[in-house]
């Protein structure tokens, strides 16, 4: 059973940037055989997948309207994921979660079986 724990959510303003981390953690956990990935919800939208990256090996995938502002990256000595966010609009604006599957390449939350408990961002002056 794996266990996700978000952080780095924040106020920040428009053109500005945040990190997020999403730790993996449980028994028997093997970092590789998980895909991650970085979903966003906000009030009143549907939940919608913004990148993921690959456990086997590392590739990553992003939403269009965020690909070249956000990167995602891994740190497997630490069973960390990480999402890079530079030049935040206010339409970025949402709880970021992170979740897992085992090997789905997919951008859909229905393909993900475990799910953190999510880290707000808010992007406005």
């Known amino acids: 059973q794996v266990q996700l724990v978000e952080s780095g959510g924040d106020w920040v303003q428009p053109g500005g940037s945040l990190r997020l981390s999403c730790a993996a953690s449980g028994r028997n956990l093997n970092f590789y055989d998980i895909n991650i990935g970085w979903f966003r919800q906000a009030p009143g939208k549907e939940r919608e997948g913004v990148s993921y990256?690959?456990?086997?090996?590392?590739?990553?995938y992003y939403k269009d309207s965020v690909e070249g502002r956000f990167t995602i990256s891994r740190d497997s000595g630490k069973n960390t994921v990480y999402l890079q966010m530079n030049r935040l609009k206010p339409e970025d604006t949402a709880i970021y979660y992170c979740?897992?599957?085992?090997?789905?390449?997919?951008?859909?939350?229905?393909?993900?079986?475990?799910w953190g408990q999510g880290t707000q961002v808010t992007v406005s002056s």
């Open positions: 990256i690959v456990g086997s090996d590392g590739t990553a």
């Open positions: 979740a897992s599957n085992h090997g789905i390449r997919s951008m859909l939350a229905r393909n993900y079986e475990t």
